[in-house]
Antibody
């Protein structure tokens, strides 16, 4: 059974960099069949797609976050990571990692449980 | 970006009733329109992919339809466990976007 687990600091100071890792178990992140993505949800609000990465390192970013965003993959650890720089209170959210099949139109079919990141001094 | 507008925002429904949630897109979408269910404290779960295809393990009372800019999620014979927020999601055009959500409450 595929499982995704987010990990990282729950509290980040304004202007600093938010860093999260998603560990994939029960499947290989190096499969050519899947993209791996990040989605976030501010408390009490809706969902926002952040970006996606392929095992080769190819990425797609949401243009609204692109200038602050880096998504990377570590196939040796079966993990992928998110770094979002210069954070503000608006970046406070539950951050989810998820998987989708390679066709660009495929939805995210497996999600992690999510991790709350609060941006506050 | 494609804006998805769901209606209604909130619906209070009696068990066994039929629920209809609509999702209107700001421009034509191909088949890349999907529906998720999210219960409090949980991650979203995929219900319907590509407008009308049920995802594995989803009860048959959930169905989807639509085309162009107008799409619908239908829950036939609502059960208590269906209390949740439902989101539509389009992946036809980058960046992928989500509707604002429709909260379904059981009366």
């Amino acid at each position: 059974q595929l499982q995704l687990q987010e990990s990282g600091p729950g509290l980040v100071k304004p202007s600093e960099t938010l860093s999260l890792t998603c560990t994939v178990s029960g499947g290989s992140i190096s499969s050519s069949s899947y993209y791996w993505g990040w989605i976030r949800q501010p408390p009490g609000k809706g969902l926002e797609w952040i970006g996606s990465i392929y095992y080769s390192g190819s990425t797609y970013y949401n243009p609204s976050l692109k200038s602050r965003l880096t998504i990377s993959v570590d196939t040796s650890k079966n993990q992928f990571s998110l770094k979002l720089s210069s954070v503000t209170a608006a970046d406070t959210a539950v951050y989810y990692c998820a998987r989708r099949l390679v066709p660009a139109t495929y939805p995210f079919d497996y999600w992690g449980q999510g991790t709350l990141v609060t941006v506050s001094s | 970006d494609i804006v998805l507008t769901q209606s209604p925002d909130f619906q209070s429904v009696t068990p066994n009733e039929k629920v209809t949630i609509t999702c209107r897109a700001s421009q034509t979408i191909g088949s890349g329109l999907h529906w998720y269910q999210q219960k409090p404290g949980q991650s979203p779960k995929l219900l319907i992919k590509y407008t009308s295809q049920s995802f594995s393990g989803v009860p048959s009372r959930f169905s989807g339809s639509g085309s162009g800019t107008d799409f619908t999620l239908t829950i036939n014979s609502l059960e208590a466990e269906d209390a949740a927020t439902y989101y539509c999601h389009q992946s036809s055009s980058l960046p992928g976007t989500f509707g604002q959500g429709t909260k379904v409450e059981i009366k």
